[in-house]
T-cell receptor, first 113, second 109 residues
């Protein structure tokens, strides 16, 4: 099946710094990728839809200036958490779809200290 | 609005059969998917139903009734490794998947 690779798998950063998370589709092209956030024992909450060559579409309540998304190529989308705070600590996961099936990256566990 | 309802927790015995139900509400509907997620891991695709009826894939089966806005995931011959969270999700065309809150399945000996 298709593979989506996400990096890093975990990161610890200090408050106020920025963290970049990469999401790559390894064996297919993804004009659209999705970024989710998941708190422990909760569901996946869609943060934004990343569109290759255009601006991302953010869900209501997600600050676009805080969660910067760039989809510069058909195989790479990045999420940058800017000026991170402890409340940003979470599991971030990207996804791309082929038809009805979604393929997920491994996820990134972000801890802000 | 769009929503999915599924039980929050289910416990079943190893070797048994368990059914996880999912009801949904949406104005546009293409199909219902099921995903499995182990703690700390990424969700993995299990099944997809676009039409009414039962889809079988090994020990897992999924059912959909579009008229009832209802589906279920059936897991047979439960194994300890099946302990995980299971999410139903629907898609409306090329829009992002909308996930239910997940059902945490615990398989006990």
């Amino acid at each position: 099946g298709a593979v989506v690779s996400q990096h890093p798998s975990w990161v610890i950063c200090k408050s106020g710094t920025s963290v970049k998370i990469e999401c790559r589709s390894l064996d297919f092209q993804a004009t659209t990728m999705f970024w989710y956030r998941q708190f422990p024992k909760q569901s996946l909450m869609l943060m934004a839809t990343s569109n290759e060559g255009s601006k991302a579409t953010y869900e209501q309540g997600v600050e676009k200036d805080k969660f910067l998304i760039n989809h510069a190529s058909l195989t790479l989308s990045t999420l940058t958490v800017t000026s991170a705070h402890p409340e940003d600590s979470s599991f971030y996961i990207c996804s791309a779809r082929i038809g009805p099936e979604a393929f997920f990256g491994q996820g990134t566990r972000l801890t802000v200290v | 609005g769009q929503s999915l309802e599924q039980p929050s927790e289910v416990t079943a015995v190893e070797g048994a059969i368990v059914q996880i139900n999912c009801t949904y509400q949406t104005s546009g509907f293409y199909g219902l998917s099921w995903y499995q997620q182990h703690d700390g891991g990424a969700p993995t695709f299990l099944s997809y139903n676009a039409l009414d009826g039962l889809e079988e894939t090994g020990r897992f089966s999924s059912f959909l009734s579009r008229s009832d806005s209802y589906g279920y995931l059936l897991l047979q011959e439960l194994q300890m490794k099946d302990s995980a969270s299971y999410f139903c999700a629907f898609n409306s065309g090329n829009t992002p998947l909308v996930f239910g809150k997940g059902t945490r399945l615990s398989v006990i000996a």
